[in-house]
């Protein structure tokens, strides 16, 4: 066994000699690396000693060793000539919204070979408990905690779609406060004593069947966790509604607008339905529940928080000049209206081949976006250097 050891920490001091050099997008990472080689290090001592270890202590070990190869995956996609740094910007400061400066959380993505592979990796993230055991029992401290993203590697440069980042962002914001199972635990406990709004209850029915059994007289507890993965999804689909609009719907329509509520997931209507009403700020049941629980979970509510850009800069082929924070999380949801539009606004500045128009117009509203939001971001960090 203590053999067996000796090659998983060889494997892991192998591929982390390998990342030695990487050259990471922002200090942060670095730095979070730097920890990972002294970890390295502190483990080796205890795998390099005579002892024989126990089962538990092998198991430990063990865990420590993942720890380490857990933490190259997520970094490994987030080197400079791989991350979609404009991206992971955007990211970070709708995190921002949503953490105190005290919460240090660090946004890396895995580029997955699969068109699909949106998802938010909670391994890290979650795992407080771990971080501390680092420090307690080797005294060496990390600088932030490790916020996966998953992305495909073949879409990290499309700005049209990033509306599904924020919204898996949204599940990290859900997880880190335990906004839906309060929320949901709220639901249940007001239907069931019979507090809930008899005007409101058709409505809640309408976007949670789930629940109906449970007003029918069945067991609520095989209920629960159905009614709060879908409350799960309203929510990310609302966090990422206060800062791209309604890009999220486009890809719904596309890609699941038919399917019925499931266990996991509402159905594709209702949940354009409930990101419609919010931004247009009619009343809406789900958008209720959650505004009325979040201020007492987390201090927020979801507003928007978003602006719009002048759309006018796309048509003149020229990258929208963001003036502020808002206008940054807006540009996506401009880049979808000019996408969405009619191209011949374009006029002979456009001149090409129809059939390879659409590929034309996907390039152009890409570059544009992200030099408009590179622009951004560049101004920033040069205006934070030269006036601390």
């Known amino acids: 066994m203590e053999k067996q050891l000796l090659l998983h ?7 982390l000699s390998k ?18 080689f002294l970890l390295l290090e502190a483990i080796r001592k205890r795998v390099d000693s005579p002892a024989v270890f126990s089962p538990n202590e092998i198991n430990d070990i063990k865990g420590e060793i993942n720890f380490i190869f857990k933490s190259l995956e997520f970094l490994g996609s987030s080197i400079l000539n791989l991350i979609p740094y404009e991206v992971v910007s955007c990211l970070d400061k709708a995190l921002a919204d949503w953490t105190s400066p005290g919460q240090r959380y660090i946004i890396v993505t895995s580029l997955i070979n699969n068109a699909e592979a949106f998802g ?16 307690s029992k080797y005294g060496i401290a990390f600088n932030g905690r490790l916020v996966q993203i998953n992305i495909p590697k073949t879409l990290a440069r499309d700005y049209l779609i990033s509306g599904i980042h924020y919204h898996e962002l949204g599940h990290f914001v859900d997880s880190k406060y335990s906004i839906t199972n309060s ?7 007001t239907l069931l004593s ?17 629940l109906n059994p449970v007003l029918q007289g069945q067991h609520p507890n095989q209920y629960f966790r159905f009614c709060q993965f879908h409350v799960a999804e309203y929510f990310c689909d609302l966090f990422a509604a206060q800062y791209v609009g309604d890009c999220s719907n486009n890809h719904l329509q596309y890609i699941a607008w038919a399917q019925q509520a ?28 959650l505004n009325d629980a979040l201020p007492q979970i987390v201090k927020k509510k979801l507003e928007i928080r978003h602006e719009n850009v002048n759309e006018g800069d796309f048509y003149a082929f020229l990258p929208p000049i963001i003036e502020n ?15 969405r539009s009619n191209w011949d606004a374009f006029g002979n500045k456009m001149a090409m081949d129809r059939s390879r128009q659409s590929e034309k117009m996907y390039t152009i509203i890409n570059n544009l976006i992200e030099k408009s939001v590179g622009n951004y971001i560049v101004t920033q960090k040069w205006n934070e250097q030269t006036n601390p």
């Open 262 to 289: 499931g266990p996991t997931h509402p159905a594709t209507q209702e949940r354009i339905a409930v990101i419609s009403d919010f931004l247009s700020g009619r009343p809406n049941v789900i958008v209720d529940l």
């Open 19 to 36: 990342a030695e050099n990487n050259n990471y997008s922002d200090s942060q990472k670095q730095a979070y690396q730097k920890s990972l």
């Open 183 to 189: 929320v949901t635990k709220v639901l249940f406990d």
């Open 325 to 339: 924070d808002r206008q940054l999380h807006g540009i996506f949801a401009a880049g979808v209206r000019v996408w």
């Open 194 to 210: 019979g507090q809930f709004p008899a005007g409101k209850i058709a409505e809640i029915l309408r976007f949670l069947p789930a």
């Open 9 to 15: 920490f060889s494997q892991a001091e192998k591929a």
């Open 120 to 135: 938010f990796d909670p391994t890290l993230a979650q795992n407080e408990a771990f971080y501390v055991h680092l420090e």
